[in-house]
């Protein structure tokens, strides 16, 4: 069977009545929101600052929850979006408390001897609206700067997390039951 190539080049008349079909205008609102969420998380990773996506993701749908007629009547889906609120504000320094840091050890081969090196420090942070936990990873070159120009700006506070609420809330019917 002869192989025939189904692909051709367009011609000028065809190329004049061209319409791109993968144009920015069919992304929905949350493709755009998440892109934008992405840029700004990555900008706070840079910094060594804690970001929470999981809160602005879901205060994004319940905003789109709440206004979603008006987003269907309009035609401009990025006018709606740019309604919602700055997420600079899922990162601001208040929104997050220091919980605790710990050294990472890594295995190397050294003069053909595993010996564990220190690598740098995880920081652990809880967001203080839902509970979130957040990592933030800082290398061994990079921890002095950062434990005096970013966690300085932490408070170190013992977070209650949702769960462990609830688990004390069942404990206690429990014991009222009894």
């Known amino acids: 069977m002869a192989e025939t190539d189904v692909f051709r080049n367009s011609t000028e008349l ?94 190397k081969l050294l003069d053909g001897i595993r010996t564990p090196v220190v690598t740098g420090k995880v920081y652990v942070f809880r967001c203080i609206v839902r509970g979130c936990g957040h990592k933030i990873f800082v290398g061994t070159e990079d921890v002095e700067a950062f434990e005096k120009n970013v966690l300085s700006k932490y408070i170190t506070r013992k977070v209650i997390t949702p769960e462990k609420e609830d688990e004390s809330t069942e404990t206690k019917v429990k014991k009222a039951k009894k």
């Open 14 to 107: 065809e190329k004049q009545n061209y319409i791109e079909l993968k144009k920015g205008s069919n992304k929905t609102a949350l493709d755009l929101f998440l892109g934008e969420l992405a840029k700004k998380q990555q900008e706070y990773s840079k910094e060594f600052k804690p970001f929470c996506t999981r809160c602005a993701r879901v205060d994004f749908e319940k905003f789109v929850v709440d206004n979603a007629m008006e987003m269907e009547l309009s035609d401009s889906t990025k006018n709606e979006i740019s309604k919602f609120k700055s997420l600079d504000e899922y990162g601001k320094d208040n929104r997050f408390a220091f919980i605790e840091s710990r050294e990472i050890r890594e295995d």
